[in-house]
């Protein structure tokens, strides 16, 4: 199963400033043209669901503007 | 504790150290680079910092530093360097840290000399560096006030969050007087509130003197007058002598003050009612009582070892209700005490008006001097 | 079936404020703040923490970072630092500088800092300008290059070299720690956060004066995108400014981090 990740963007930090779609090694990451930050900036979304939580986008980010999650599977307890 | 001979800028030194200075910051420059050698020579072994810096400019920002830290803090310097050290000084003015300076002054402009001088009024008095602030001036006039002035310029320090300065000249550096100096403080425990120390268990505190909003600025101006204002009501120092019955006021500081009271003395024996009023802080200025003697005597001298400085704060004062006269020596010159005495003999013969500028008179009789002197 | 949890991979530092910064999209001093604060935050340090803010485009930098901070004036932040780090031996106390006031007016403070082995981190951003005041020529301006009080490309005949600050301070006795990095992309931005870690090894070793200068760009006073900017910065000043380390205390060597 390929990681799975997923990112959340704080609109209030973002300036758009594109580094993390450079970055971005899977292309999940455009900018967002129907939205304005606060500051009036087009903020960073996500376009795909095979981002893999690698963090390199928030590496990057000037702003700390990204919070980067990862799916990690649960070992069960044996009964 | 019994009184020993000192020299001006150890005394100076170690009085700064009894009073709990934490850290002394410098360069060498004559007539006050004894101050730098006594502190390297104490303060590394009572573990407070001194540190040689490259520059007064450097020097004075490590000053800030251990100010902004909420350290007593201080520097001693002489004039070009007290030039160097104003980028600084208006920077502790600023972020309004508690901070102390000395300056032996010497003659001046420029590279000058080192003979004493009281040139740097205009620079320690008015400011000097950039923007509306308000030093605190302390003008000691013997070892012994000077050793005083010292501790009080810390508590003004910390008392009013303010830069204070205390100015002397060559000749108090150099000198060799019997003073006592106080027992050794403590040094207190207690951090100010808004010192920097590391944010554990409170909110981070910052200092800067950045106000980029016109209108944060002109309300921080303005704290720094109400708080300068409070200064003058509370703080003023002067000395006089034989001023009860006194017809003709001498005003001096300093050096200058303090051979003015010897000419005063003699004078008195030839029958002449001199006094003299010698302000202790040049800065808030003894305006109040000098109001009350314009009511009391007849003709003012104002005796500088510079071209007239203190002398317009006095005309301000004096607003033309008593005629101003002045006698300055400059260039690192002293006058002695014949040359003030046969001012005061030449003043309390004079019934003439006033003078828009005294310097006007003085100009000519200091050349005659000059000449008299080769 | 396996369930699956979230984890958080990265988040915005503690040690930083929740303040929107001034910077221009894409100026990578934000992210020398964030590894700092990062750094911080992973040794714990915050709360002993004193930085100490220049003049320049970081002349606010102490509205970002949560710790004690004070704003020095334009190049004397290593003096201040000093000042402060010799009344409170115990407390970590960093710089943060760009070129014109690190390497030009600040040049005396700096150098004499290093020389006395001042036990402090400096933090110094080199991004070839002076950003602040409207892109005038700096001291690691590089030939040839166009800004405000070099529009013809700066001379070198008339207006001198680049200064290679990391170089000079190596051969200062007093320093422990002198690397030079780059921000222009993840992984140098990776290799920068060790090296900032490893300066503040140095102080908390005190191991003497220690100073990481980062290679930086500057896309609204260059006048280029940002994307171009980090090429700027890979082609350009890289081959000016070689990366790499140019003293590392000994007591630093095989440190994990």
């Not at chain 2, 100076?12 to 934490?22: H, S, Y």
């Not at chain 2, 002598?241 to 010897?262: H, K, M, N, P």
């Not at chain 3, 004690?68 to 407390?91: C, Q, S, W």
Request: proline share 6%; glycine share 10%; charged share 25%.
């Amino acid at each position: 199963m390929p990681v799975s990740g997923w990112i959340v963007v704080d609109d209030f930090y973002c300036k758009g400033c594109e580094l993390c779609i450079e970055a971005c090694p899977e292309d999940v990451l455009e900018l967002d043209m129907d939205r304005l930050t606060p500051k009036g900036y087009h903020p960073v979304k996500m376009i795909e669901e095979t981002c893999t939580g690698c963090g390199i986008c928030a590496i990057v980010c000037p702003d700390a503007a990204i919070t980067v999650y990862r799916e990690k599977p649960v070992k069960q307890a044996r009964r | 504790m019994a009184k020993e001979l000192l020299k001006g800028n150890h005394a100076f030194a170690e009085a700064a150290i009894r009073a709990g200075v934490e850290a002394f910051y410098g360069y060498p420059i004559t007539p006050s680079s004894e101050f730098l050698e006594y502190m390297s020579s104490r303060l590394p072994s009572l573990g407070r910092a001194f540190v040689q810096a490259e520059s007064e400019v450097s020097a004075i920002n490590m000053v800030y530093g251990a100010a902004c830290a909420g350290k007593r803090a201080m520097t001693a310097s002489s004039s070009p360097g007290i030039s160097l050290m104003m980028e600084g000084i208006s920077y502790i003015a600023g972020t309004e840290v508690p901070a102390v300076v000395v300056n032996v002054m010497r003659g001046g402009p420029g590279l000058g000399n080192i003979a004493p001088s009281q040139g740097d009024y205009y620079q320690m008095i008015k400011g000097g560096g950039h923007g509306d602030y308000f030093p605190i001036v302390l003008a000691p006039a013997r070892v012994q006030e000077a050793i005083d002035s010292i501790e009080l310029a810390f508590d003004l320090a910390e008392k009013y969050r303010s830069i204070v300065h205390v100015i002397v000249d060559g000749n108090m550096g150099q000198m060799m007087e019997p003073a006592e100096l106080p027992p050794m403080k403590e040094i207190s425990k207690e951090v100010p509130d808004w010192a920097v120390t590391g944010a554990k268990g409170r909110e981070p505190n910052t200092l800067t003197s950045i106000y980029l909003a016109p209108e944060d600025e002109e309300v921080t101006n303005l704290r720094l007058l109400k708080r300068w204002k409070e200064i003058e009501k509370n703080e003023v120092l002067y000395q006089e002598y034989q001023l009860d019955d006194a017809e003709i006021l001498v005003i001096g500081f300093g050096t200058a003050g303090r051979v003015a009271s010897s000419a005063i003395r003699e004078a008195r024996e030839e029958g002449i009612k001199a006094g003299l009023l010698r302000p202790i802080t040049l800065a808030p200025f003894p305006q109040e009582r000098l109001i009350e003697l314009t009511k009391q005597v007849r003709r003012i001298l104002v005796v500088e070892m510079n071209s007239g400085m203190m002398l317009d704060d006095v005309m301000k004062i004096v607003k033309g209700q008593v005629p101003v006269e002045f006698y300055g020596r400059m260039g690192g010159m002293t006058p002695l005490p014949d040359e003030i005495l046969d001012e005061i003999k030449r003043v309390a013969a004079n019934k003439g008006p006033g003078s828009d500028d005294p310097r006007d008179e003085w100009i000519p009789r200091l050349e005659g001097r000059i000449l008299g002197e080769k | 079936m396996v369930s699956t949890t979230a984890e958080v991979v990265y988040q915005r530092p503690e040690s930083f404020t929740d303040v929107h910064t001034h910077y221009c999209p894409g100026c990578t001093h934000g992210i020398a703040h964030r590894l700092i604060a990062e750094v911080i935050d992973e040794m714990g340090l915050r709360e002993k923490t004193i930085g100490v803010a220049p003049v320049g485009c970081s002349v606010f930098a102490y509205k970002y970072f949560k710790m004690d901070f004070v704003e020095a004036p334009h190049g004397r932040a290593p003096a201040m630092a000093t000042g402060i780090k010799r009344v409170l031996p115990e407390n970590t106390v960093f710089t943060y500088q760009g070129d014109g006031d690190l390497a030009s007016i600040g040049m005396a403070e700096i150098m004499h800092a290093a020389a006395r082995g001042e036990n402090i981190t400096v933090i110094f951003i080199n991004n070839a300008i002076y950003g602040m005041t409207g892109g005038q020529m700096a001291p690691t301006t590089l030939p040839g290059m166009k800004t405000t009080s070099s529009p013809f490309g700066r001379d070198v005949e008339l207006t001198g070299h680049p200064i290679r600050m990391a170089e000079i301070l190596a051969i200062m006795d007093g320093s422990g720690y002198i690397v030079r990095r780059s921000l222009h992309n993840a992984a140098n931005i990776r290799k920068s956060k060790k090296a900032i870690r490893l300066a503040f090894e140095a102080q908390e070793r005190g191991l003497g004066f220690s100073m990481v200068e980062l290679l930086s760009s500057c896309p609204t006073n260059w006048k280029i995108s940002v994307r171009d900017s980090m090429e700027f910065i890979a082609d350009k000043m890289i081959p000016v400014f070689p990366l790499g380390d140019y003293k590392v205390s000994p007591s630093l060597e095989g440190l994990k981090v």
